[in-house]
């Protein structure tokens, strides 16, 4: 019998999900990033979160040390357009936050118990490889879900959008349509920093 036909008292509550006080259960990820700029190839590995989680947090990374084209709160903004334009009103399971601490310690102010990392090849897998060991020491109960990126996304960096941008060439194939004007607008201006 599927857990959901089951009375609410009767359920078992999953590795990885959270029991709501209605009996129902929420799986809540975090899919930490620098997102600068957020890419078709993030929407990609975001919408594949959406099919095994309820609710998804996007967490951009601010690191001060680190030079990005897009403020913080530029970058959220452009993560809020990108969502809301999600079929099917996907993008109500979706929120966007920062952090400057560790990934693990935003998962857990987030009550996620999964941490979402998009793999495009094996020099991701071997990095990823590595956090995410590093992370279950950290925090054994919040576990790490690799999902590999479409073919037709998989070449797709932020650094390298950064780039064609930077160039004048056409970022359009790479980014979600929102974003196209604010790559180009930026694109002439010094890298800010976070």
Avoid: W
């Avoid at 990005?68 to 903004?77: I, L, Q, S, V």
């Avoid at 099917?88 to 935003?106: I, M, P, Q, Y």
């Amino acid at each position: 019998m599927p857990a959901s036909m089951l009375p609410a008292r009767s359920r078992a509550t999953p590795e990885g999900a959270k029991a709501e006080t209605d009996g129902t259960m929420t799986r809540t990820a975090l899919y930490p990033g620098t997102f600068d700029p957020i890419t078709n190839g993030h929407l990609d590995i975001l919408a594949a979160a959406l099919t095994i989680c309820d609710r998804v947090v996007v967490a951009i990374g601010v690191h001060p040390t680190k030079q990005t084209m897009f403020t913080p709160g530029e970058r959220k903004a452009m993560i809020a357009d990108a969502v809301a334009a999600l079929p099917n009103g996907e993008g109500k399971r979706v929120a966007v936050s920062s952090f400057d601490g560790l990934t693990v310690t935003a998962a857990q102010e987030a009550g996620a118990t999964l941490l979402v990392r998009g793999l495009r090849n094996a020099a991701d897998f071997d990095y990823e490889m590595q956090m995410a060991s590093t992370n279950a020491v950290l925090a054994p109960e919040i576990k790490t879900v690799f999902l590999p990126a479409s073919p037709s996304t998989r070449h797709i960096t932020a650094t390298l959008v950064r780039q064609i941008a930077r160039m004048g060439g056409d970022v359009s194939p790479f980014v979600p349509p929102a974003i196209v004007a604010r790559l180009q607008a930026k694109a002439d201006r010094p890298a800010s920093s976070d």
